[in-house]
């Protein structure tokens, strides 16, 4: 099994905020996160391929092809962009780290399962909040 | 000489807009930069004082009161916060990184040339608003 | 499966040291690591808590939540420490990277096992002795 | 389970080029990275074993040992080469990362094995040909 | 004044030869970096542009500007490029790191002063051979 | 002017600890730092020589001669050491980061000098003790 992951950048806009409960428990839970008018961070992403590599080509993944998937479906709808009101497919999702993991695997994963080699596809996306902060979605890897 | 240098980081949401000229003028200067619903990043500064050490601590400055006048002055005015709306000494100020690294360098110069030794003092202010993109203030390096 | 990572540091001194062979078996296995004086780390500690994400606020674990539980359990009674004299955990084992990833798992277990949402749970503990020598125990990963 | 991991450098030159293609094909696929005048890289290579630690010295194996086999096997035959010309165990192989990890594990297996406590063994080998395109080879991991 | 720094990457290949000087001469020299096989780098390059910010977009060069012209000066000329064979104005240089820096100072220089605000002037530029080894250029710094 | 900087790493136990001092005086001024069973540190150290590059080499100073003259001036007596105890040319130094630069600046001076070309001479010594807290010590710069 050989892995190759491919990492971008993109800034943003978000807050935590669930709309379905009070401002109190959002303020309680959400703590400075949930500042109405804001905040932002530089998100890095790494997305990971997996499978066998191409005996012509020598790759998994064409990364000039995933490049262009992760711009059309991830960095060009975030980027300079605010997260809760401006990307249609975040739309009712709170944008956590975990939450955005998961809807960015969701959005990559025909193109990417389409350019990629044989039975080679989509393995994981991981995203850097902050440095400190970090959320991995690898639904294969499960149990 | 000695420099020493202190680095933090906080998250910010902001927006470039010169409210003295026109939403189309704004548009073609500032870009996607420009967008009316903000976006953010994770900034990273490094504040520098330089000068002689204390003998008798081998201190130009105590780091540890460094990082409680960072924190005072520009972390907890800034984190989590809208650029724009919501820090006091930045009213009227476009945030660019170059505005905001000789904004942070006038609200960090008196404290910080009051806890550093002798005539050591505030030499500049560098902020990474991405790793990409840095701007310093530095004004004794002159010409 | 998501999983969320805290990245964490802490700065202290070791030797490796095996008290029940003898100083000629220790200088040969352990080399300069073994210097009776001690030498020091900067550790990074990266904690994972892997599980499915709380709908009501997007968390696997609230980072703030899974930060406080490091600090208690690992950075206060290690950072600017002697791995080897002072850290009550860590009496009689041999501070190795190895060692060190899976005394810090199940000195945070059970508190991050609580904190976590549902049946999420602590997955792994991550140490970087230097940039260049990285230990991790994730006991579920298996075989 | 515990995994320690050995990080090392190499710069080296290469093109991606398969010889049983035609020249269009080669450009087609494989764009500027088939520049006949080579391009290079500084290659980051880590190196993972897996297993359990000798009580006796708290190593899953000796970084040390592994260093000098990561030396012998990889960053002696590579560091400042041409990948394509003058690796002997790369005769043949289209210089991919996908296909250098493979190549690299297979390289090491044996030494490492050997040098590892008990049953433990080469677990993974990792490669940043940037600080944007990473590969991994991880038979073990499986589906 | 206000400094502010641009960032980019390029990967090349070269080799240290003096053409002027025996082959002896130049392994003795140059040693590995001789192999006239070639190796390579991922180059890491710094723009440095100092002066006063425009008091209408508080720059003191559009980021996205400097951005270009390093694209159009150094990174199309140079990247998956032969640094000895390929690059016009690098003909009869030695790529060492010192050359490179000047060289890239001397393309870069009167585009960056027309795009720079007022009198704001190209500084420096930096350039990463390896995160271990890095040389800067900067002829107004002085003595 | 061309400036050219080697970085390396090296790992030691240290204290901040003034012997002319009160006990009491020194927990108070250096806090955890003063810990009496030593805490540690991965350093990174930066070395940067200034002046004009030789014509024949495009070198300021062989990288190479210079990572010889750092392993011996300052990595052989510092590695693996007791910073306080076991550095002859730290005697009496309180190891704080500026009384280190400036101590290292001292050992390195004549050799280096030695080794660049023409007039060619030691710039500064930059120490990082943590990602966050950085010492230089550069006597041309300035005032």
Redesign the interface.
């Given at each position: 099994?050989?892995?190759?992951?491919?990492?971008?950048?993109f800034?943003?806009?978000?807050r935590?905020h669930?709309p379905n409960?009070s401002d109190e428990w959002n303020r309680e839970?959400?703590?400075?996160?949930n500042?109405p008018?804001?905040?932002?961070?530089?998100y890095v992403i790494?997305v990971t391929v997996a499978g066998e590599?191409d005996p012509?080509?020598?790759?998994?993944i064409?990364?000039?092809k995933l490049k262009s998937i992760m711009k059309k479906r991830v960095l060009d709808p975030c980027?300079?962009?605010?997260l809760n009101?401006?990307v249609p497919f975040l739309k009712n999702?709170?944008?956590?780290?975990?939450?955005l993991?998961?809807s960015f695997f969701t959005e990559l994963q025909e193109d990417v399962d389409n350019a990629a080699y044989g039975s080679s596809k989509l393995y994981s996306v991981r995203l850097f909040e902050?440095?400190?902060?970090?959320?991995?979605?690898?639904?294969?890897?499960?149990?």
């Amino acid at each position: 099994m050989i892995y190759v992951t491919r990492k971008a950048h993109f800034n943003a806009s978000h807050r935590l905020h669930n709309p379905n409960k009070s401002d109190e428990w959002n303020r309680e839970i959400f703590g400075k996160c949930n500042n109405p008018n804001w905040h932002g961070h530089n998100y890095v992403i790494e997305v990971t391929v997996a499978g066998e590599a191409d005996p012509e080509t020598g790759y998994v993944i064409d990364l000039g092809k995933l490049k262009s998937i992760m711009k059309k479906r991830v960095l060009d709808p975030c980027d300079h962009k605010n997260l809760n009101l401006e990307v249609p497919f975040l739309k009712n999702v709170i944008p956590t780290s975990e939450n955005l993991v998961k809807s960015f695997f969701t959005e990559l994963q025909e193109d990417v399962d389409n350019a990629a080699y044989g039975s080679s596809k989509l393995y994981s996306v991981r995203l850097f909040e902050t440095e400190r902060n970090i959320a991995e979605y690898c639904p294969s890897r499960g149990e």
